[in-house]
Structures are given as structure tokens and as C-alpha cells.
């Protein structure tokens, strides 16, 4: 089943033109890999469906709606929910903290209320167990290593139900070790029926976890397969213009 | 079952124990710092530890504690507050004003000074003119995205004038019918203790609580650690980064009614350069200038520790006009340690 169509989505800032007439569909616990060079409007997309920007004109029916989010708050409470590459954490917080930012759970009655720290804790361990990941709920989230950062910015997007889990270069600046760790993660997300957007520059990331490659070239969509019809040497090629579209 | 006990212990476990959290704490070693200078006075000189000397130590203190409270909350946001000493210069005065019967319109004075009445209105308005001025400061900074340390900086010098404007350059020190009781707030003890230095031990207690149990508190580091992660979770961090304005307003204006009651007259020039003092408790106490770090218990032992050494330094006989120059390496040296902290992590 569907559950992201983005018809002809089209951005231009000013008299530069981002993306031209992008489509495309994500499936329930689909993985779709989005691939490009720099300035091919990967980055640009993701914020669009996240609720960052506006599309210049075109569609986005998520879960058969047409949406039209204002802010990423809007896209987080239909189900989208974003990991950014630069992962937006609270370095001086702790993992907890982080993954209830903005969402902590409360007790008592207003003005008196205040934070259930208990339970954060253990919400916040039950998701790092989920993800088989190490990180512990009390750490400062500046003490972490790279994947274990990670592994608190998708936990964060495991505090509600998402639909589809938009990942910004989740394996960018981290080492080989960890990036084995995050793909873990991201494959944990699927098990669970969340369909994800990843995108990467690194090739070999893509075609371990993902089912279906997206090109875009200068804000153009050239290519949409399946992975296992493609190989690494056709996505090289249509990232670089080798290879126009097929 | 072996899942829960799994969580369990996972929860417990934390990089570091309690006691290397205690002693990565500035204010840990700041109040080592204080018991020391303490236990060295009690021996050196015999006049420190006098009742009335450490009433007196604890009494100063507090004015600038209380005071370091609010600047606290700005710090954390990574701001800066440089208004605080005028925001008391100008809160003040206006308290002055509405105690004092020669300069109001003689309805109000017959209504109010029945049961002291004026008393509770003077203080409310010096309290409402501290918030405001706090708000102008943290609407500035906050929505129009003007530096704090530029909006502060003119602020100082605008609620300074204002004091003066108000005041008309005159002293009030006539506060009525009931006096007594407007004295007895700022000056009166209780169990040996100034009022003020219990005010200062109740706002660390319940500000440490707000930083520490509400959400508010939590998103207050968050805008201080990372404005950006912040918002992008949906907090509104213009609405943060003001209210952090306002606090500090309003506690400079608390310190500052406390201090009228105390000495018992007021003029434009109080709280001269008193942001100096302010922000070097609260440095010392261990806020970071770049934002994310701090608490209000660090506010208050840094303001101690300020108060103890200038009261130690007058009493070793050391000419008072060298505390500026201490006042002065205190804050470098605060700054200095942060640095050399942060390198090693």
C-alpha cells in the first residue's frame, strides 16, 4: 500500500530552481534510498515532505490525504518524524532528555506539574533495547559516541507511531563500526512496518538496507528501481549524468 | 522478566558515578573553596565568625544571589543579561515612589494608607516594572533577533536614565504610615537569619526545581545547548528565550525591594555596576557563557564565596580599592577553568 506520493513537486528559490516535476511513491515499510550528487535537491525534498519548506507547486498525499504542512511540527504529528544529519541533539541533556524533547512526560496538575523522570527512563530503555543499540538512558548525550547518537535520534522518532521515518545522511562522520550499528537500526524500523527515506552518499549503505533507489540529477528524478534490479555501477553512472535517465 | 531487569539495570547505569559527578561540579569545588576561606578566617582573625559578621556576610550576599538566580536562566540560554543593576536602580526607585505620600495624588494616599495597603501596591508595581523591562529586553532579543549583550548594554543605560527621570534626582526615604512594616520585609530576620538570606535559600530551592523537574526547565537547556534541535522539537524557543528575560527582570526587582527595605531610603544610583557582581557569582558558580550548563545553586554559593573574600580581604586590612581588581581576576579565572574543563572533555 502506498503511503507517500509526491506528485510533481516542484521548488525554486528565487531564480534557482531546486526541483522540477518530482515524483514518486513510498510504500508501507518500504525502505527507499534517495540518491544524488551535491546540489541535486536530495536535501531540499526530505525538507519539503518534513514540513521544513513549502513546495513551490505540486502534491503530497500522505496516507491517501493531500497535506500541506507549515511546520515540521505538523509533519511529526501525521506520522512523519526526521533524523537530520546533524542529528539536533542537546549535547548538555541526557539521552532521555533528548528523546522527550518537547514531548516529556508529566505528572501532576498545572502549575504544579513536573517531569516523570522514572518513566522516561524507562520508556527511553525499552526503545534502545528495541534498537539493540547500548546506549543508556542517563548519559550525557555529549559523552556519546557517533552511533550511539544516533541511536537516540531514532529512538526519539520511535516515542510515537511514525508511518515514515525521513533519515538526512544518518551514516556521515561516523566510523565503520558504527555505520554497521545504524544500518542495524534502520533495519530494525522496518521490521516493525516503518517505512523510511534514507538518503546517503555512500552506495554500499544504500543497497545493504534499501529496496527500491531514487536518482536525482539537478533536480530532476532519473531513476526509480527496485535495488536488486540495479547494481552500483548503474547508480554511479546516473548520479554523474553517465548514464542520462532510464 | 529478564527484559525488565534487563531495563532496570541499563537505567542505573551511567557513564559516571556519583561521586565523579559531584566533583565535575564548579560549584562543588567552590564550596570547598568557601569552607575553606571559612576555616582559615575562623582561625586568622576571631572577629569573622561574630554573630553579627556572618549575619551581616549572608545578608550582603543574598541581594546579589538573588539576583544571580535570574541571571542564571539567561546564562543557560547562552545569553546576557548587563540591565540587571539598572533594572534594580529603576524598580527600586519606583517602589520609593509609591511609598512615599509627598509625590502622590492625595486620594491615593488616603485610600491606601489605610492598613497599609500602599505597601503591598508599591511593591507589586516595583515587581511589575522589573518584569517589563525584562520583556522589552527578551522581545528584542528573542523576535528581532538583536544580540543580547547589545539590547542589555542599551537597556542599562535607558533604565538608569529612567531611574533618574523618575526620581528626579531626589532621595526618598519617607515611607509612610506603616514604615515599620516595609523595613521589617527587607530588613527583618527571622530565627538569626536576614529575611533576604531566606528568600535567596527559598528561590535556589524552588528555581532549582523549576530548572530541574518542569519541562520548562528542560527546554531552557535545550535553547542554551542547541536552539536549533530545540525548535526543530517543536519548542517554542522565542517564547524560552524571552520568559528567561523576564526572570531576570523580576528577580533584580525582588533584590531590589529587598534592599530599599533594608536601607530604608532609596536613590537612583542603586544597584550601580551591580551586573559585574551578578555575573561573576553566577560564572563562578559554574554557568557557562556558551550556553546549556548552570544552576541555581551554583548562583547562590558564587555569590557567597564573592561576598566572603571581600568581607575577609577588608578584615585582613587590605585597602578596599583593590576589590575590583579581585572582583575582576575572579571572573577570568571562572572563564579560564571553564576552558580548560572543556578541553579535557
Given at each position: 500500500m502506498t503511503i507517500l506520493s509526491l506528485k510533481n513537486i516542484e521548488k525554486n528559490f528565487g531564480a534557482i530552481q531546486a526541483l522540477t516535476g518530482v515524483s514518486f511513491d513510498i510504500n508501507e515499510a518500504e525502505t527507499v534510498g534517495l540518491m544524488g550528487d551535491n546540489g541535486a535537491g536530495k536535501s531540499t525534498l526530505l525538507k519539503i515532505i518534513a514540513g521544513n519548506f513549502k513546495p513551490s507547486s505540486g502534491e503530497i498525499v500522505f496516507e491517501n490525504n493531500e497535506v500541506d504542512f507549515e511546520k515540521p511540527i505538523d509533519a511529526r504529528k501525521s506520522g512523519i518524524e526526521v533524523v537530520y544529519q546533524d542529528l539536533?541533539?542537546?549535547?548538555?541533556?541526557t539521552a532521555a532528555s533528548n528523546v522527550f524533547l518537547g514531548r516529556e512526560i508529566q505528572k501532576g496538575v498545572w502549575p504544579f506539574k513536573y517531569l516523570d523522570y522514572p518513566a522516561m527512563f524507562k520508556k527511553s530503555a525499552e526503545l534502545f533495547e528495541e534498537l539493540k543499540s547500548e546506549t543508556r538512558p542517563k548519559d550525557l548525550v555529549m559523552q556519546m559516541s557517533g552511533g550511539q547518537r544516533q541511536a537516540v535520534a531514532i529512538a526519539r522518532t520511535r516515542l510515537t507511531d511514525p508511518k515514515l521515518v525521513l533519515m538526512d545522511e544518518p551514516t556521515a562522520a561516523i566510523s565503520v563500526r558504527q555505520v554497521a550499528e545504524v544500518l542495524d537500526l534502520i533495519k530494525r524500523l522496518k521490521d516493525q512496518g516503518i517505512a523510511v527515506l534514507l538518503i546517503s552518499h555512500r552506495m554500499p549503505d544504500i543497497f545493504e538496507v534499501c529496496e527500491k533507489l531514487v536518482v536525482l540529477r539537478r533536480g530532476e528524478k532519473v531513476c526509480e528501481k527496485k535495488i536488486k534490479d540495479s547494481s552500483t555501477e548503474e547508480a554511479t553512472g546516473l548520479i554523474t549524468g553517465a548514464i542520462d535517465r532510464i | 522478566m529478564s527484559s525488565n531487569k534487563f531495563n532496570q539495570e541499563i537505567i542505573s547505569k551511567t557513564e559516571k558515578t556519583f561521586f565523579q559527578k559531584l566533583v565535575s561540579e564548579q560549584s562543588f569545588w567552590v564550596s570547598i573553596a568557601l569552607l575553606g576561606i571559612c576555616f582559615m578566617m575562623f582561625f586568622v582573625e576571631d572577629a569573622f565568625s561574630s554573630k553579627d559578621n556572618l549575619f551581616n556576610i549572608t545578608r550582603n550576599f543574598s541581594f546579589i544571589g538573588i539576583m544571580a538566580i535570574g541571571m542564571t536562566f539567561v546564562i543557560i540560554t547562552a545569553g546576557i543579561d548587563l540591565s540587571v543593576g539598572s533594572i534594580m536602580g529603576v524598580t527600586g526607585v519606583i517602589c520609593g515612589l509609591f511609598l512615599d505620600?509627598?509625590?502622590?495624588p492625595e486620594w491615593y494616599s488616603k485610600a491606601a494608607y489605610f492598613e497599609g495597603i500602599y505597601v503591598w501596591v508599591a511593591i507589586f508595581l516595583a515587581l511589575l516594572a522589573g518584569v517589563i523591562v525584562g520583556a522589552v529586553n527578551g522581545y528584542l532579543i528573542a523576535y528581532l533577533k538583536l544580540s543580547p549583550f547589545v539590547v542589555t548594554l542599551g537597556m542599562m543605560a535607558i533604565a538608569r536614565s529612567l531611574a533618574l527621570v523618575v526620581s528626579n534626582n531626589k532621595m526618598f526615604?519617607?515611607?509612610?504610615?506603616k514604615d515599620e512594616m516595609f523595613y521589617e520585609i527587607g530588613g527583618g530576620s527571622i530565627f538569626g537569619v536576614a529575611n533576604a538570606t531566606w528568600l535567596l535559600i527559598i528561590l535556589t530551592i524552588v528555581m532549582g526545581l523549576v530548572l530541574k523537574f518542569t519541562s520548562y526547565g528542560r527546554h531552557v537547556y535545550a535553547v542554551g545547548s542547541n536552539k536549533k534541535a530545540a525548535e526543530l522539537s517543536g519548542i517554542n524557543t522565542r517564547w524560552i528565550e524571552m520568559s528567561v528575560y523576564m526572570i531576570s527582570g523580576l528577580f533584580a526587582a525582588i533584590s531590589a525591594v529587598m534592599i530599599v527595605g533594608w536601607m530604608g531610603s532609596v536613590t537612583n544610583a542603586l544597584g550601580y555596576t551591580y551586573e559585574l557582581r551578578v555575573i561573576a557569582a553566577t560564572v563562578i558558580g559554574g554557568a557557562n557563557l556558551m550556553g546549556g550548563v548552570g544552576g541555581t545553586f551554583g548562583a547562590f554559593i558564587g555569590a557567597a564565596l564573592m561576598e566572603t573574600i571581600r568581607n575577609s580581604l577588608l578584615m585582613a586590612g587590605i585597602d578596599p580599592y583593590w576589590q575590583g581588581t579581585f572582583l575582576g581576576l575572579f571572573i577570568v579565572g571562572a572563564v579560564w577553568l571553564e576552558k580548560v574543563k572543556n578541553k579535557k572533555n
Open positions: 539536533a541533539l542537546c549535547n548538555h541533556l | 505620600a509627598q509625590y502622590l526615604y519617607e515611607f509612610g504610615p
